[in-house]
Nanobody, 119 residues
Framework: QVQLQESGPGLVKPSQTLSLTCTVSGGSITTNAYYWSWIRQPPGKGLEWMGAIVHSGNTHFSPSLSSRVSISRDTSKNQFTLQLSSVTPEDTAVYYC???????????WGQGTQVTVSS
């Protein structure tokens, strides 16, 4: 059973960089055929796919966020990390890390973590 767990600060100040880490157990992030992704949901809005890192280490990002987002990984810890720079209150959301099956979508989700951007 694959499990994902997000961790990071729940409050970030405007203009700072948001950083969240996802720890994966029950499966390796270097396993072929999966994307390891970040999805967020602002209050009262739908889910927004932010980006992914694949087994090779290559990354893919949403065009609307590509100038501000990066995803990296630590294979020794089986973790991948989201960084979102220059945050504003509009980046307030519940952030989820997920495992995606390409062309099918997410099959495993973390529980989600609330991040609020406020001074």
């Amino acid at each position: 059973q694959v499990q994902l767990q997000e961790s990071g600060p729940g409050l970030v100040k405007p203009s700072q960089t948001l950083s969240l880490t996802c720890t994966v157990s029950g499966g390796s992030i270097t396993t072929n055929a999966y994307y390891w992704s970040w999805i967020r949901q602002p209050p009262g809005k739908g889910l927004e796919w932010m980006g992914a890192i694949v087994h090779s280490g290559n990354t893919h990002f949403s065009p609307s966020l590509s100038s501000r987002v990066s995803i990296s990984r630590d294979t020794s810890k089986n973790q991948f990390t989201l960084q979102l720079s220059s945050v504003t209150p509009e980046d307030t959301a519940v952030y989820y890390c997920v495992r995606e099956v390409p062309e099918y979508g997410p099959d495993y989700w973390g529980q989600g973590t609330q991040v609020t951007v406020s001074s």
